[in-house]
Structure formats: C-alpha cells, structure tokens
C-alpha cells in the first residue's frame, strides 16, 4: 500500500482528500501546518507528498526545497496543490523540483489520476545507459559523472533516462511532454526548458555549452550519440 503524506492547512479538503485517498486504496498521513514538515516527511517516509504551498505558519516552496535537500526525502515525488495559478509560480515550483503542480480548485479525480502517474513505473532492462563518462542505472535508480553520483529528481532521471535510451533521435517539446510527463498533465512547453536546463547544471560541465543534451533550434533536444569524454 502506496503511503501519501499530506500539507494541508484548509480543514475541509484535508479531510476530503483523505477520504478519497484512503479509498482508493492509499495509506495517509499528514498535518495542517507546515511546522516540522521535514522532519514529518522524515519520520513518514512516504512515497509521495501533497503540498499547500501558502500554509499560515510557513512556506511550502521552503519546505520542498528542505525536502529536495534532505538525502533521504530528495526522490520522493512531490505535488504542490496551491491557489497560485499564474505561469511564473509554476515555473518556480518546478525549479524548486516539484514534480506536478495542481491549481486549486481542483477535481479530486484529476488529483488521484496524477498521483498514479507518479507511481507507474515501468520495467526498464538492467542494462545501464553510458556516455562520455555519465552513466545512468535504470535498476538502481542512480547517475553518475565520473566518480561522482548526482542528485536527481524523479523526473529530471526520467527526461535523462528517455533521451539516452535514444542517443541521436531529436523530440519536440510536446513529444517529451508526452513521454516523461505523460498525456494527464497541467504543465506547459516552458516546463521541459526549465528541466533541460536544470540537468544541464547538473551533467555538464558547461551548462553553456553542452555536450550531452543538444538543442535544436525551432524544435526541440537531442542526445548527442557521441559526446566528448568528460575530464
């Protein structure tokens, strides 16, 4: 049984969301403050966790950044349920490594739908991707550079994941979209440059000049077949 921790300050969709939750089948947990969230996430453990973002007595974009932090809590989806509807709040939310972002008001249908697509997980070969001196383990579920092992949301490894396995084949925008973050989804073309650049920051050793992850002007990103070794 897949456990869900909820953030949620406003009393009555906590306890419609965990009613809902519950019976689909989930197990949840959860506080109406953001007091201590870490710390809860910590103690929790959950496979995943819904986030208010404009909690009373703290900020949720805070407290994904403590959880993005936290080794133990960094690879654990997390979806931000927020009255913020314009594009730039959920490009930030993005940034800050939030998986999904749901504008309220929302259908409580819609929510449990995303959620799963947070927990399909397909059966990958074991056979790990190499190139240039970056390597990622489908079956581990870990990238290295070298000697080094990066820190990764879940959808930065699955957006890498998807361009290695197809080393040279260009996608556009949506294709990526559709791929990594699936056809349920409430996030624009815009998202895929903010992941894109963020693993740049992350593999390359010139964000600016990649050698990994290449654009193409007018249509979308390629994974280089052969880029240079890293140092």
């Known amino acids: 049984m897949k456990k869900i921790l909820l953030i949620e300050d406003d009393t009555d969709l906590f306890a419609l969301l965990k009613y809902n939750l519950e019976k689909e089948g989930f ?9 201590g969230a870490v710390e809860l996430c910590r103690r929790e453990k959950p496979d995943l966790i819904l986030l208010d973002i404009m909690l009373p007595d703290s900020d949720g974009l805070e407290i994904c950044k403590g959880i993005r932090a936290h080794p133990d809590l960094a690879a654990i989806p ?4 927020t009255a913020r509807a314009s594009e730039t709040d959920r490009i930030v939310g993005l940034e ?6 749901i504008v309220k008001p929302f259908f409580v ?3 449990i739908a995303r959620i799963k697509i947070q927990f399909r997980q397909p ?3 074991a056979r790990p991707l190499k190139s240039g001196g970056l390597a990622l383990d489908r079956t581990a579920c870990r990238v290295t550079l070298g000697s080094e092992t990066l820190s990764l949301t879940a959808t930065e490894f699955k957006l890498l994941e998807f361009l290695m396995a197809r080393p040279g084949i260009v996608f556009s925008r949506e294709q990526l979209l559709d791929s990594v973050w699936g056809h349920d989804r409430a996030v624009t073309d815009r998202t895929v440059d903010v992941y894109i650049l963020r693993l ?3 593999i390359e050793s010139d964000p600016a000049n990649p050698t990994f992850i290449r654009s193409v002007r007018g249509f979308g990103y390629c994974f280089n077949e052969a880029p240079l070794p890293v140092a």
Request: without cysteine; charged residues 20%; hydrophobic residues 30%.
């Open 27 to 35: 197990q949840l947990a959860g506080s109406q403050t953001g007091k």
């Open 78 to 81: 997390v979806i931000f349920l």
């Open 96 to 101: 800050l490594g939030a998986n999904d972002y």
């Open 109 to 111: 249908r819609e929510l």
């Open 123 to 125: 059966s990958p070969p």
């Open 200 to 202: 740049r920051q992350k």
